[in-house]
């Protein structure tokens, strides 16, 4: 979803090179920034940003390091182990680099204010303003290279970045300890149907997580944990579920190119459609479509009656989850 939320970032920088064009992505609540840069011996920084912000070294570091100074002066260092650096807003660090030639590195720049009004309360103000500087997770790091990689392929939904900035702010803020009531164990019939029929209408759309939960009145955070106890499946991974479901139909009773289903079935491009059809499937389309059409023989184009079917419906999903939808 694009924001108009800025870092405004301040830095003074010394012997460090942008070796890469900048990648970034932007969602409601968060700007990622892509880095990768090149490091003269003794390259250093001054930074301080309005925004808080958590800074993740990416790729193979070996023996090298950062040396980061904080607004108190300590020293904490960043290396292959402890990858990790949140930054409340307007705290001043200064870095050193430690034989470090080339260096890729992830910023994840945080919107308190909306971050805060999308996720009902879950996430506060006085959450950000702790620095931790120099530590280590293991989840959080995951988190944040599969962030990194959609900054670099830029392909994805917002669904699938917004997934991510919330298990990683899950994880970063230790919500599951800071809320004392946990959210509804799932969505009633009524609004499963209601988020479903609108994902199947709008399968060529970059949906946001935002957008599917105001359809049914809840924050970001909570339809997000309350749709996949529902359905078994992240609002995003639902999303190519119905994609790939209707490049099947279009497989079957069209002869269409894969290059014009993708585009007809909310993909990027061919090569996406591919991927992810295979994934979900064990078979790319053409196979896919081989295969049918050998076992059920030509196939006659048809037009196929909405009205014959729940428009919730989904072919080929559980059976147990088709009779919840469907009553």
């Known amino acids: 979803m694009a924001t108009d939320f800025r870092p405004q970032m301040i830095s003074d920088i010394s012997g460090i090179t942008v070796r890469d064009e900048l990648r970034w992505r932007a969602w409601n609540g968060c700007i990622a920034d892509l880095w990768g840069v090149r490091c003269e011996a003794g390259a250093s920084g001054r930074y301080v940003s309005r925004a808080p912000r958590l800074f993740v070294l990416l790729g193979d570091i070996e023996e090298g390091g950062i040396d980061i100074r904080d607004a108190a002066g ?68 995951v988190l944040a290279s599969l962030i990194a990689d959609d900054c670099t392929e830029g392909r994805r939904d917002d669904l699938y970045g917004e997934s991510l900035v919330l298990a990683l702010l899950t ?95 909310g993909f990027s491009d061919q090569a996406h459609f591919t991927r992810v059809f295979r994934r979900l499937t064990g078979r790319t389309p053409a196979l896919w479509r081989r295969e049918q059409r050998a076992q059920n023989g030509p196939v006659r184009t048809v037009a196929v009656e909405s009205s014959k079917r729940h428009p919730a419906f989904i072919p080929n999903a559980p059976a147990s989850f088709n009779r919840q939808i469907s009553t």
Do not use: W
């Open 171 to 265: 994880e970063l803020l230790d919500l599951r300890q800071a809320t004392g009531q946990q959210p509804d164990s799932g969505l009633s019939r009524r609004q499963m149907n209601r988020v479903i029929d609108y994902v199947r209408a709008n399968i060529v759309r970059n949906l946001s997580l935002a957008e599917l939960a105001a359809l049914i009145g809840l924050s970001p955070d909570h339809f997000g944990v309350a749709f996949r106890t529902a359905v078994g499946k992240t609002p995003h991974q639902f999303l190519l579920h119905c994609r790939v479901e209707a490049a099947k139909e279009l497989l079957l009773h069209e002869e269409s190119s894969l290059s014009a289903i993708a585009v007809d079935t």
């Open 74 to 141: 300590r020293q904490h260092r960043l290396d292959g182990e402890r990858r990790l650096c949140f930054v409340p807003a307007g705290y001043p660090i200064e870095s050193f680099v430690d034989r470090l030639d080339d260096l890729r590195h992830l910023d994840l720049h945080f919107d308190i204010a909306a971050l805060d009004a999308q996720s009902g309360g879950r996430i506060h103000p006085c959450q950000f303003l702790s620095p931790r500087i120099g530590f280590s997770s293991h989840t959080l790091s």
